[in-house]
């Protein structure tokens, strides 16, 4: 007897990255049709185009992979979430930073990342929920957090992540102290920040790194990392030793672990969800959704 083909909806934005997409899309398809899928490849149009696709057909699939960078993947996992499907989900990681499938051990190569989602590993990640809206790794604000979404296509297709850095230069002149206060069940912080996130990653920014024992992606919490405005040239520095060496407990960050934060802040406060501007208003809650998607892993990563 013949095995029913599982439905897969391929989302596929042509310009992420370097826009090398094209010269490996057909492989990619190949790849899973050989494992028993029945492809449709759906390329985005304009941004906000994957979340709405994913919205209005994820019902009809099996399985949904994102071939594109972190911002494509964070629309369709909207998407996802607001449709209340049940479907697998994988992520061909394209774009600039591609930064939660590094921590995931996804390979930079779209072949090779292919046929780990073809293996069938699959295990329920955690996602996070913002004030409406959802995440895959990092809800940010302060320093360098309009970075993502300022920087123009073309250039970040150009320049790769020297462009975000380009951008977060320019905004130096423009960082203010944001006075921010956080309430959980574990603690409760407030004061004057230079920048924060709230975040179920391996990193954030690329920059800010946890050691592997303080983060599990599915454990059902985040890692809340804050660090307070420094009030001049010393403590800047001070700042920058800890982050390098992650000595997260320097008087000048606030960093804990929980599955839900009520944030009060500045209702024009810039956020970011996954490198893509948001806004949250003067106070609203940051949930953790243990065990939202299942979610396509290399093994190497559930053998870590």
């Not at 439905?7 to 992420?16: G, T």
Request: contains cysteine; hydrophobic residues 40%; positive net charge.
């Amino acid at each position: 007897m013949l095995v029913p083909k599982k439905n897969m909806l391929l989302v596929v934005n042509p310009c992420a990255g370097k826009m090398t997409i094209k010269h490996h899309l057909l492989s990619v398809i190949n790849i899973f049709s050989s494992a028993g899928f029945n492809v449709n490849v759906y390329p985005t149009k304009c941004r906000g185009d994957a979340e709405q696709i994913v919205f209005n057909t994820a019902s009809h699939y099996s399985d949904i992979v994102c071939c594109g960078g972190d911002g494509t993947l964070n629309e369709v996992i909207n998407g996802i979430m607001l449709s209340g499907a049940n479907v697998n989900l994988g992520y061909i990681a394209c774009g600039t930073l591609n930064e939660w499938s590094q921590g995931l051990k996804i390979s930079k190569n779209m072949v090779n990342a292919a046929k780990d989602i073809a293996c069938g590993n699959i295990i329920p990640l955690d996602i996070g929920k913002f004030a409406g809206k959802y995440f895959a790794y990092t809800a940010s604000f302060g320093a360098f957090t309009d970075a993502s979404y300022s920087a123009p296509q073309d250039f970040k297709n150009v320049l790769g992540q020297a462009a975000y850095i380009i951008e977060g230069i320019k905004s130096l002149s423009n960082i203010k102290p944001i006075p921010i206060e956080f309430e959980c069940k574990e603690k409760s912080v407030k004061g004057d920040y230079l920048f924060g996130a709230i975040s179920n990653s391996m990193s954030v920014g690329g920059i800010v790194k946890f050691d592997k024992a303080l983060v599990a992606l599915n454990d059902g919490r985040f890692e809340v990392f804050l660090i307070k405005h420094p009030k001049n040239a010393a403590q800047l520095q001070t700042i920058i030793t800890a982050v390098l060496s992650r000595n997260f407990n320097c008087e000048l960050i606030d960093f804990f672990h929980t599955e839900q934060v009520t944030v009060k802040a500045p209702a024009n406060l810039a956020w970011t969800l996954d490198g893509e501007m948001a806004s949250g208003g003067n106070k609203f809650t940051i949930s953790n959704i243990h065990n939202a998607i299942n979610f396509y892993i290399p093994e190497k990563f559930s053998k870590k």
